[in-house]
């Protein structure tokens, strides 16, 4: 009859009552550093401070888009061969920018095309369609200059879709 292999106490058998999951309760000291609840006045302040700051984003918005279409036309079509390198970087930087300020502006479906633009960009390897970047900018383009701000929009939402495939169809390639 084979012997049991001698345990180290983590590998010891538990009792059901060591099973059983223990209840941790975290003290929330947030209300005393605050003084209490949050007041509303306090809220809506905030809120109003979003919005002029989101105002204030949207003109940045628009110099990284034209920052970006200023790049792609000093761009040649070598500079597609490999993406992070030469003057790329130059369609990076504003591309990477478009993408973390999109949402936070209230344009989501820009966040998902600058996203797909940079994915297109660091595909090692890749010859990259100077005519799918191009349509990648003209994509972001219209959103601002249409103020989409919802996913809602068909034909947007689409063209979204449509970019990420083709970026999913390269990558696939790579």
Do not use: W
């Amino acid at each position: 009859m084979p012997q049991e292999p001698q345990r180290t106490p983590s590998q010891a058998k538990n009792t059901p009552e060591e099973d059983m999951p223990t209840l941790i309760e975290t003290i929330n000291t947030l209300k005393k550093k605050v003084g209490g609840p949050i007041s509303a006045r306090y809220v809506q302040a905030a809120t109003q401070a979003i919005e002029v700051i989101s105002s204030e984003l949207e003109e940045s918005l628009h110099e990284s888009l034209n920052q970006l279409t200023t790049a792609r036309a000093n761009a040649t079509d070598q500079t597609f061969k490999n993406p992070l390198k030469d003057n790329a970087i130059d369609i990076f930087k504003p591309t990477l920018d478009l993408k973390s300020m999109g949402t936070l502006c209230r344009y989501p479906l820009l966040t998902r095309v600058a996203h797909s633009l940079c994915k297109l960009l660091t595909l090692e390897n890749c010859d990259a369609s100077a005519g799918l970047v191009d349509a990648h900018i003209n994509t972001m383009r219209a959103i601002l200059r249409e103020k989409i701000t919802s996913d809602n929009d068909k034909t947007a939402s689409l063209l979204a879709q449509e970019l990420e495939a083709r970026v999913g169809e390269m990558k696939k390639q790579n």
